[in-house]
């Protein structure tokens, strides 16, 4: 049976799916099974660097399964660039962020159009905000796939209902979460896959060589510090930051690298200002230029944001300092890592403000001395073969 195509006004309803329930008691439908060998299927991932890290392995889960699957993602530049070179990623479609220009509203039509034309049997819609939920309601897909907790329910012909916590009452990992949304979908059991993020051939060489002209040989060793957030509650202090590369530095030989990307370069030197050590600043590095500079680093110190999770792709021994996101759904997922927090009654929050104190104490609070002894058990840990399996020891309770 050839794969469904839509013509550009085809409202034809979605067939009625096979309902089944597992020993979970959640129910599940044969979505996925149903479609036809070498169906296209849209997954709709807007917004942070993170998020688009942390949604790799459904597409490595959905390949394993069903490799006849030609699976798209819908992206915000730069988070295309953690994509490209996906083997699990057939097609990265792009789309400018909110529209503030002419220019911008153009190329968000543009983009739709290629989605329509691309005509997808399946779009699975990963963000849940209105414009995701438009992009999937106008791409022509038969089968639309959201969460019953998203805005504007109408723009899917399929939404899950899918508890916040496990059966045992525990909370999911975020990709533990999405990869259960698939399962609903019939997705059968396994094991979740870790992160996969493929620096860009292209780069390797530039960037090796834009290192060694600030001093960093192939052979150094290095840590690499991203001390900025987009978020002002998850950033801890320029203060803090600055002793503990000094600290890296003296007390364990490394050299320390301060990186940050396009815009971030006066909160790079606010840090690198207070080092006492010389430090090498690498500011203003794009998301593929990262993760080559992360690449041959041995440890990686920063605030939960998108660049944490890319160390934890590639297997780097990491550090993270948690304000006032929720650890046990943010913690970096299948890689050795020391968790720094402090517990406040207001955590977690969404983040966007502080609702309870004049600044965010949750990750002001937290103490050098707090992040040193991260630091010494992390090294301590650390093996000369990396692995991206979790160290459940660590994982927070």
Request: proline share 9%.
């Amino acid at each position: 049976m050839p794969p469904h195509t839509l013509v550009e006004d085809d409202l034809t309803e979605p067939p009625v799916l096979q309902n089944y329930v597992t020993v979970s008691g959640m129910t599940r439908t044969d979505l996925l099974p149903s479609l036809s060998p070498a169906s296209r299927v849209l997954f709709i991932r807007l917004r942070s660097l993170g998020d688009t890290v942390l949604s790799t392995p459904l597409y490595a889960a959905l390949k394993a399964w069903r490799p006849d699957l030609r699976v798209a993602v819908l992206v915000e530049p730069p988070n295309d660039e953690v994509l490209r070179h996906n083997p699990d990623v057939d097609q990265v479609l792009t789309i400018p962020g909110a529209p503030g220009s002419l220019n911008s509203i153009f190329s968000r039509a543009t983009a739709l159009r290629e989605i329509r034309a691309a005509r997808f049997d399946c779009c699975i819609n990963l963000h849940g905000g209105s414009t995701s939920a438009w992009l999937t309601l106008l791409s022509g897909s038969l089968h639309r796939v959201g969460l019953k907790s998203f805005r504007n329910t109408f723009a899917y012909t399929k939404t899950l209902d899918t508890p916040i916590r496990k059966a045992d009452g525990t909370k999911w990992h975020t990709v533990e979460y999405q990869v259960e949304w698939l399962r609903q979908l019939g997705l059968p059991e396994g094991e979740v896959p870790p992160l996969r993020v493929i620096p860009p051939p292209e780069l390797e060489a530039p960037v090796l060589r834009h290192l060694e002209g600030l001093g960093v040989k192939p052979d150094s060793r290095y840590a690499v510090i991203q001390p900025t957030s987009k978020f002002f509650t998850k950033e801890w202090t320029p203060e803090g930051f600055a002793e503990i590369a000094d600290y890296l530095a003296r007390k364990h030989g490394l050299q320390v690298l301060l990186t940050g990307g396009p815009g971030e370069e006066s909160r790079l030197r606010s840090v690198a200002q207070r080092c006492q050590e010389n430090i090498v600043v690498c500011a203003g590095v794009s998301v593929g230029e990262l993760l080559w500079v992360l690449r041959g680093a041995k440890l990686f110190v920063g605030n939960d944001s998108g660049p944490t999770h890319l160390a934890a792709a590639l297997g780097i021994p990491t550090i993270v300092l948690f304000g006032s996101s929720d650890a046990e759904v943010w913690y970096p997922w299948k890689v050795p890592f020391q968790r720094v927090q402090n517990a406040f009654d207001c955590n977690p929050c969404p983040g966007y403000r502080c609702l309870v104190y004049e600044e965010p104490k949750c990750i002001l609070s937290i103490t050098p001395a707090q992040v040193k002894l991260s630091v010494d058990a992390a090294l301590r840990a650390a093996t000369p073969q990396r692995s991206a399996e979790i160290d459940k020891s660590a994982a927070p309770k």
